[in-house]
C-alpha cells in the first residue's frame, strides 16, 4: 500500500470538552495548523458536563468558522458518573455524528484529540511525519510525548 498524500485528503478533527474554556481556543486553531497539510479540515467537538465558559466560546468559535461544529451532550454526571466512562460516550458521539451527517462523508480519516491543552505542540511537520516516505501502512496513527506519559489510567500498567 502506498502512502496517501496528505493534500488530498479530507480529515475531520474530533475532540470532547469538559470545562476546557482556558484552553480550547488557542487548542483548536493550533490543530488547524497543523493539519493545513490536508486539502480539506473540518473540527468536532463534543462537550458534556462544562462549567466554565466552554460552550460559550464553542459558540462563538463555530459562529466565526464554519469548519467549526460542536454538540453538547449537556450533563452525563448523573447518568454516567465515571469520568472515563463520559469522555467513552463523548468520543462515542463523535463516531455517530460523522456516520450520519452527510458534510463529514467526504472524511477519509479522523484525528482524535484531547482538547484540554495537551496538543498544544502538535506541528505540521509531526503530521505530515505520518505520510512520509518509507512509512509503513497504517490504520490508526497513535500520538507520542515528548516528555512523560500524561493519562497512566488509560495505559493500566500493572507497576504505575
Not at 488530498?8 to 480550547?24: M, Y
Not at 493550533?30 to 458536563?49: G, I, K, M, N, P
Not at 495537551?118 to 501502512?137: E, F, K, N
Request: charged content about 25%.
Amino acid at each position: 500500500m502506498t502512502p496517501e498524500d496528505p493534500a488530498t485528503l479530507d480529515v475531520v478533527i474530533c475532540g470532547v470538552a469538559r470545562n476546557c474554556a482556558r484552553s480550547i481556543d488557542r487548542d483548536i486553531r493550533t490543530l488547524q495548523r497543523a493539519a493545513s497539510l490536508f486539502r480539506r479540515v473540518q473540527v468536532l467537538v463534543v462537550e458534556s458536563d462544562s462549567s466554565d465558559h466552554t460552550l460559550k466560546i464553542l459558540r462563538t468559535l463555530s459562529e466565526r468558522d464554519a469548519r467549526v461544529r460542536y454538540i453538547s451532550l449537556g450533563s452525563l454526571r448523573e447518568r454516567l458518573p465515571q469520568r472515563t466512562a463520559r469522555i467513552a460516550a463523548s468520543r462515542n458521539a463523535c463516531l455517530d455524528e460523522l456516520a450520519v451527517n452527510p458534510i463529514y462523508a467526504a472524511a477519509s480519516h479522523m484525528i482524535m484529540v484531547d482538547l484540554d491543552g495537551m496538543c498544544r505542540h502538535l506541528t505540521r511537520q509531526a503530521l505530515a511525519s505520518c505520510w512520509a516516505a518509507g512509512t509503513p501502512p497504517w490504520d490508526v496513527c497513535g500520538a507520542n510525548q515528548g516528555d512523560y506519559y500524561y493519562d497512566v489510567w488509560t495505559i493500566r500498567h500493572p507497576i504505575w
